[in-house]
């Protein structure tokens, strides 16, 4: 899991996304699940967006899975009026993202959870 610190996921912000993210898959031991709690984003541009669909399309490149928790509904609404939430899981909390699998059943293996790296993106 990715703590997301920044208040803002814009231009200023996306290469810090970017190694945190890259810091916790390197620390994983097989492919598998992501999320990013965004309970503390007050702001995303498209800089933003787009840095987030670069790291759905990286993740998947690499047999993971990338889910968004716990987004404050401004940035929620963004989410939907760019269709991010379509290609990208989203939901209330960071537990309910850990839990659920593709079909809705409880997962039986997310990613390395027991460890649950954090890297904060500061901004």
Do not use: N
Not at 31 to 42: F, N, R, S, T
Not at 100 to 108: C, N
């Amino acid at each position: 899991m990715v703590g997301v610190a920044a208040r803002r996921a814009g231009f200023q912000q996306r290469r810090a996304l970017r190694k945190a993210v890259e810091k916790v898959v390197a620390g994983l031991m097989q492919p598998g699940l992501m999320v990013i709690d965004c309970a503390g984003l007050g702001f995303c541009d498209s800089s933003g967006i787009s840095s987030l669909i670069a790291i759905h399309q990286w993740l998947s490149a690499r047999g993971s899975t990338l889910r968004l928790a716990a987004v404050p509904p401004a940035v929620a609404r963004i989410f939907r009026l760019t269709g991010l939430d379509q290609l990208v899981g989203v939901y209330p909390t960071a537990s309910e993202a850990l839990a659920v699998d593709g079909g809705g059943a409880a997962a039986s293996s997310p990613a390395d959870t027991s460890a649950s790296t954090h890297a904060a993106v500061q901004g």
